[in-house]
């Protein structure tokens, strides 16, 4: 006799039962689950006794449909029509001419253009996770910034924006010429790990008169969605192309001699070519770069950048004796 007053046997008898009471409920929503994918005229005078005597069940069920059919919604990528998106765009470009201290917030859909895959759009990383499919790895070093990230350096050297904050690690806000002062990745980049909170972004304390105004570019729904000033539903490239046009901007060419990676990278001595098996990412010290032809490249070292300060250890100074 066990400490519970039930014998071994009669233990198991009770298992049995719960097991059945299990199997018959399964079935009993495998049951309902099929009557509900019929249309309402289509279901026998049974199967309609089935569901009124299954209500739980039925409203279990209903709820899962909404819920399913609610994240198949925000996986949704979706287009403003040309006028509509040109009119927020004007909007947009108020905004950006009015605005006292203006902060852009960029995550991973703007290095899409640079062949670097997002996270939540259709061939996203999680997206073919969750679909049981491979992702394919991307070379940092090969992409370039894009459009977009052309744009926010231009805008921020004519000081219409005044800091950018990025989920990014690819590093590309950095190569498009964007001061580091000027930027605070929340997840350093490829070179630097790091990670910061800011509690305070957006200013959900404080009441929603006092709160920044929030405008939105994305394809798919956000979070933040509801908070927004303005949503522009647009590939960012696209949206970037007909904010600089509005405001009367050009935007920069890349030009990979006045990259960071370039122009901190050590030439590879004589005999070393052969050494690895990735593509190199300086030129040699031979080779002018536009508008410089016939310069030699400096010999000075490079100072800033990524590996400049708080990112090397520092030397000791030896001590005059």
Known sequence: MAAGGLSRSERKAAERVRRLREE?????????????????????????????????????????????????????????????????????????????????????????????????????????????????????????????????????????????VSQNCDGLHLRSGLPRSAMSELHGNMYIEVLKKYPHLWCMTKPPSRRPKLYIVNLQWTPKDDWAALKLHGKCDDVMQLLMDELGLEIPRYSRWQDPIFSLATPLRAGEEGSHSRKSLCRSREEPGPGDRGAPLSSAPILGGWFGRGCTKRTKRKKVT
């Open 24 to 164: 018959q409920q399964r079935e009993r929503l495998r049951q309902v689950s099929r009557i509900l994918r019929k249309a309402a005229t289509e279901r026998s005078a049974e199967e309609g006794r089935l569901l009124a005597e299954s209500e739980d069940l039925v409203t279990e069920l209903q709820g899962r449909s909404r819920r399913r059919e609610g994240l198949k919604r925000r996986q949704e990528e979706v287009c403003d029509d040309p006028e509509e998106l040109q009119r927020k765009v004007r909007e947009l470009a108020s905004a950006v001419r009015n605005a006292k201290y203006l902060v852009v917030y960029t995550g991973a859909g703007i290095s899409t253009a640079a062949s670097i895959p997002d996270y939540r759009g259709p061939n996203g990383v999680w997206t073919l996770l969750q679909k049981g499919r491979s992702v394919s790895a991307a070379d940092l070093s090969e992409a370039e910034p894009t459009l977009t990230h052309m744009s926010i350096a231009r805008l921020h050297e004519q000081k219409l924006v005044q800091h950018v």
